[in-house]
C-alpha cells in the first residue's frame, strides 16, 4: 500500500492553491469535498471543532494514513508579527518558526483573552482525532497569519494568496 498522507483544510479557499500546486482531483464534494493525488488526500471539512472532527473521524476510517497536515489561516494577538507570516505550531522545526496556538469556536477580538499568540477554530480538534491513529511525530499544523484579531472575516481571494504564498515553505513535509 502507498504511503499516503492527508492534508486537512477547513475553507476551500484555503485548499484551493494547494490542490492546484499538487493537481489534485475532486473525488467527493458531499458531506465534505475531497481530492486527491497519487500520495495525497486533502479535505475540506468546514469551519469548526465539531465539523473538522466528524470529517477527520471519517476521512482515517477510509484510507490509511502515514502523516496528516492542517493547514490554516489564524489571527495573531501581537502586532508585530507580519500578515503572511507561515508558523507551525505542533513542533519546533529548524526551517520554520513556531508559535503557540489555540482553537476557539467563535472569533477571539480580545487578546487579553488568549493565553497562546495564535488562534484558530479548527487545529486542535484535528490533532485531537489524529493522535488516536498517527504518531505527533507525523502530525503537522501550518498557520498563515491572516490578521491580528480581527472577527472581520478575510476575503477568499486574499486566503487564497497567503495559502498559496506557503506552499514551497511547508511542501517539504508532506
Known sequence: MKSMTLIHTALFCEAKSIIEHFKMRCIQKKPYRIYSSDSLVL???GIGAKKTALHVEDILKRYEFIKAINVGIAGCKDKSVEIGT???TNHKLSDIDYLTLSSHDKAIEDKNALSTTLVDMEADSFLKICKEQLSSGNLFVFKIVSDHLSA???????VEGLI???IKIWEKYV
Request: net charge positive; glycine share 0%; with cysteine.
Open 43 to 45: 479535505i475540506v471539512s
Open 152 to 158: 472581520t472575516i478575510p476575503q477568499k481571494s486574499f
Open 86 to 88: 507561515l508558523y507551525c
Open 164 to 166: 498559496k504564498n506557503s
